[in-house]
Nanobody
Framework: QVQLVESGGDLVQPGGSLRLSCVVS????????MDWVRQRPGKGLEWVSS????????TYADSVKGRFTISRDSARNTVYLQMNNLKPEDTALYYC?????RGQGTQVTVSS
């Protein structure tokens, strides 16, 4: 059974940075695609970024390209999302996903 536990969300000022973590158990992350998705207030789920299995190739939504970086640590079985130059529109509940499995989310609020 896959379990995903996100952390790292916080209140941050515009222009600030955060690093989200997703500790995964039940699967070896470097064999599967892992995703970050988010849900902004009053909106549906929005795909943010992916890191693919063996090759580790990364993709990003246009709204975060150049500001966010997805990475993984195979030894810790953890996926990260480094978020720089945060904007108020990045305010959302951020989730880590593997297939149909999703964690409980971590709240990111960008406000002055």
């Amino acid at each position: 059974q896959v379990q995903l536990v996100e952390s790292g969300g916080d209140l941050v000022q515009p222009g600030g940075s955060l690093r989200l973590s997703c500790v995964v158990s039940g699967v070896t992350i470097n064999r599967y695609r892992m995703d970050w998705v988010r849900q902004r207030p009053g909106k549906g789920l929005e795909w943010v970024s992916s890191i693919n299995g063996i090759a580790g190739t990364t993709t990003y939504a246009d709204s975060v390209k150049g500001r966010f970086t997805i990475s993984r640590d195979s030894a810790r079985n953890t996926v990260y999302l480094q978020m720089n130059n945060l904007k108020p529109e990045d305010t959302a509940l951020y989730y880590c996903e593997k297939g149909v499995s999703r964690g409980q989310g971590t709240q990111v609020t960008v406000s002055s």
